[in-house]
């Protein structure tokens, strides 16, 4: 039973940084792309950034310039790096993992728990 663990979020100031990291249990084969969606209040879940097996990122236009994606293969960890924040950034943010199973012919999908962000003054 493959978990995702997110971690680094709390309370920032306009224009500050944070770090989320993502971390799963146990190796998760046949990835086709990990990602980083969020939610804020009475909004529906988006896309902020993916990164694809081949290494290729795609972000959402509202963070494009502030926040990167990247990913490290051999600890099993995706990280969300996020600078110049601003409030309209406050949400709960999740991490996801995508796999495609050839031989079961079977995607999977799968979710962490989400961790705050709450950018304020």
């Known amino acids: 039973q493959v978990q995702l663990v997110e971690s680094g979020g709390g309370l920032v100031q306009p224009g500050g940084s944070l770090r989320l990291s993502c971390a799963a249990s146990?190796?998760?084969?046949?990835?086709?792309?990990m990602a980083w969606y969020r939610q804020a209040p009475g909004k529906q879940r988006e896309l902020v950034a993916t990164?694809?097996?081949?290494?290729?990122?795609v972000y959402a236009d509202s963070v494009k310039g502030r926040f990167t994606i990247s990913r490290d293969n051999a600890k099993n960890t995706v990280a969300l790096q996020m600078d110049s924040l601003k409030p309209e950034d406050t949400a709960v943010y999740y991490c996801n993992v995508g796999a495609y199973r050839r031989f079961e012919r079977k995607a999977y999908d799968y979710w962490g728990q989400g961790t705050q962000v709450t950018v304020s003054s």
């Open positions: 146990e190796t998760i084969f046949d990835i086709s792309a």
């Open positions: 990164i694809r097996s081949g290494g290729s990122t």
